[in-house]
T-cell receptor, first 113, second 118 residues
Framework: AQTVTQSQPEMSVQEAETVTLSCTYD???????LFWYKQPPSRQMILVIR??????QNATENRFSVNFQKAAKSFSLKISDSQLGDAAMYFC??????????FGKGTRLHILP | GAVVSQHPSRVICKSGTSVKIECRSL??????MFWYRQFPKQSLMLMAT?????????EQGVEKDKFLINHASLTLSTLTVTSAHPEDSSFYIC????FGTGRDNEQFFGPGTRLTVL
């Protein structure tokens, strides 16, 4: 079974600063994907970044990057130069070969102007 | 590209009635679609996997007779909430798995449907 744990229900960061959202996961499979999704007030799920487990290099997408620690089963998201539009709910998620995406409980990110 | 739509975006119904929610992949084919449920201020919980041309598979604790799923084509899956009750009120989200090469198992999410049962 897969589990995803996000231990930070809420976080705040000053605009233009950097923030890191934490996530740990557990899976018995060796082949899996990890994701960070953003859910703004519209509730549309937006893929922020994805990481294939077999890749050692951390994924990056512009201001978003991850720290993937496979042995520790840790997958944190770093947002650099935070912007007001980054305010949203962020979900960490994992997907095994069965394509089922399992989500963590989420972290609500507030951006302080 | 890779757009998924849901219809309706919101629906209000009376207790005891049935409600159908459609999930469509607009510009790609999807052999597999997934249905999630999200209660206020909570995470998405996977309800079932919808496979084109075959029966859906349901997650533990999800009543298959309550939540009927039909995946009639490569672009359409429907979720019918039968005999709806107030506790079925929730936000329902679908996702569609891209079928083909070049997308690497990527899934795309619909905008969700808010169901309110009176």
């Amino acid at each position: 079974a897969q589990t995803v744990t996000q231990s930070q229900p809420e976080m705040s960061v000053q605009e233009a600063e950097t923030v890191t959202l934490s996530c740990t996961y557990d899976t018995s499979e060796s082949d899996y994907y990890l994701f960070w999704y953003k859910q703004p007030p519209s509730r549309q799920m937006i893929l922020v970044i994805r990481q294939e487990a077999y890749k050692q290099q951390n994924a990056t997408e512009n201001r978003f990057s991850v720290n993937f620690q496979k042995a520790a089963k840790s997958f944190s998201l770093k947002i650099s130069d935070s912007q007001l539009g980054d305010a949203a709910m962020y979900f960490c998620a994992s997907m095994n070969r069965d394509d089922k995406i399992i989500f963590g409980k989420g972290t609500r990110l507030h951006i302080l102007p | 590209g890779a757009v998924v739509s849901q219809h309706p975006s919101r629906v209000i119904c009376k207790s005891g009635t049935s409600v159908k929610i459609e999930c469509r992949s607009l510009d790609f084919q999807a052999t597999t679609m997934f249905w999630y449920r999200q209660f206020p201020k909570q995470s998405l919980m996977l309800m079932a996997t919808s496979n084109e041309g075959s029966k859906a598979t349901y997650e533990q604790g999800v009543e298959k007779d309550k939540f009927l799923i039909n995946h009639a084509s490569l672009t359409l899956s429907t979720l019918t909430v039968t005999s709806a009750h107030p506790e079925d009120s929730s936000f329902y989200i679908c996702s569609a798995r891209y079928f083909g090469t070049g997308r690497d198992n990527e899934q795309f999410f619909g905008p969700g449907t808010r169901l309110t049962v009176l």
